[in-house]
């Protein structure tokens, strides 16, 4: 046994190591053969270094909080085709690089759907990172101050999947608006990335203040691209109502949507 655990320790497998005795319990009461001992010995490394793995990438994710798509009410929100979402959910965007945006009035699940997706991409194997327009800017910006731009756009240029939520919130000077420019200049075609925003395209040129810049980023966002143009009720509104801060559903409530300054 002190041979056994030794060699574990040297072959790092450590997930086998701490089960070592429960395995070879059950696979005495089964009556196992050797093949199948073997399968459900590496078995357990393989799911323990796979959910390390997991955790790990969630961490370097930084995701404001995890939801799944199975998490997610379709009924609720009749415009999103699901079979665009099963065809999302199986990552072959990933795999060729597109690109995902998601189009839709706060509260209808654009965050909800992008995270869903990042964390499928997680259980994959691929490196995910979530950030606000806000903070990409944010970042953006401190790092040229700095002298370390290059730097930043590289960091934010090495994951599998970028996730820039709620475009659209605030304005960008046309500075900020280039040093994004640059970021999916360097993304494009080698990357894929997911955007929110609660503007549709034709208002992207205010959010840019620039309808050139504008017109060159949504080529490059657009050329591979999946689009979810989301229009319905907010879900956090559905929820007060049940709770009774609004009274009953109105009538014809897709043709009058909630003031969205309610909505938050
Ligand atoms: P958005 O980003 O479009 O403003 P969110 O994704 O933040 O909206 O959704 C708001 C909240 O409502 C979140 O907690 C989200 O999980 C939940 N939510 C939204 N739509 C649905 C849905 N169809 N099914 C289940 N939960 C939903
Ligand atoms: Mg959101």
Sequence with gaps: AMQLTGLLEKLKMEHLGYQLDALCEQAAKKDLGYREFLLDALQTEWSGRHLKGVEARLKLARFPWVKTIEQFDFGFQPSIDRKVIRELSGLGFVDRCENVILLGPPGVGKTHLAIALG???IETGQSVLFLSLESLVTRLTRARAENRVERQLQQFGYPKLLIIDEMGYLPMSRDEAGLFFRLLTR?????????TSNKGFVDWGEIFNDQVLATAILDRLLHHCTTLNIKGE?????EKRKAGMFGPSPKGDEEHPEPENLSE
Excluded at 187 to 195: D, F, H, N, P, Q
């Design 119 to 121: 964390v499928k991409a």
């Design 234 to 238: 907010s879900y956090r509104l559905k």
């Design 187 to 195: 993304r494009y075609e080698k990357a894929s990335t997911i955007i």
